[in-house]
Nanobody, 121 residues
Framework: QLVESGGGLVQPGGSLRLSCAAS????????IGWFRQAPGKERDFVAA????????NYADSVKGRFVISRDNAKNTVYLQMNSLKPEDTAVYSC????????????????WGQGTQVTVSS
């Protein structure tokens, strides 16, 4: 099971850190991706990280603002979101797969329920 936390309401230009914690299995061997879905829109890829944390991938819309990282000792992956914009408003979900190649195609095996992020003044 994957559980996201850290969402909330933040003003434009602010920051939030999302967490994706696993229960029932260890994340060490899983690539983790973050996705977001705004109302009425399709789910979009945000960022991904390999099991070791050595390789990351970002959507162009968040490059330079978001940072994905992981602490395998805590069985948790993070998404640090800075310089937030109203268009970042969405439900953010994390997902896991054992295959990095599949992660690059958006193919994941396990999904969390999501956490709401709202950027508004």
């Amino acid at each position: 099971q994957l559980v996201e936390s850290g969402g909330g309401l933040v003003q434009p230009g602010g920051s939030l850190r999302l967490s994706c914690a696993a229960s029932g299995f260890t994340l060490d061997y899983f690539a983790i991706g973050w996705f977001r879905q705004a109302p009425g829109k399709e789910r979009d890829f945000v960022a991904a990280i390999t099991g070791s944390g050595g390789v990351t991938n970002y959507a162009d819309s968040v490059k330079g603002r978001f940072v994905i990282s992981r602490d395998n000792a805590k069985n948790t992956v993070y998404l640090q979101m800075n310089s937030l914009k109203p268009e970042d408003t969405a439900v953010y979900s994390c997902a896991a797969t054992t295959n990095w190649g599949r992660s690059l195609k958006g193919e994941y095996d396990y999904w969390g329920q999501g956490t709401q992020v709202t950027v508004s003044s």
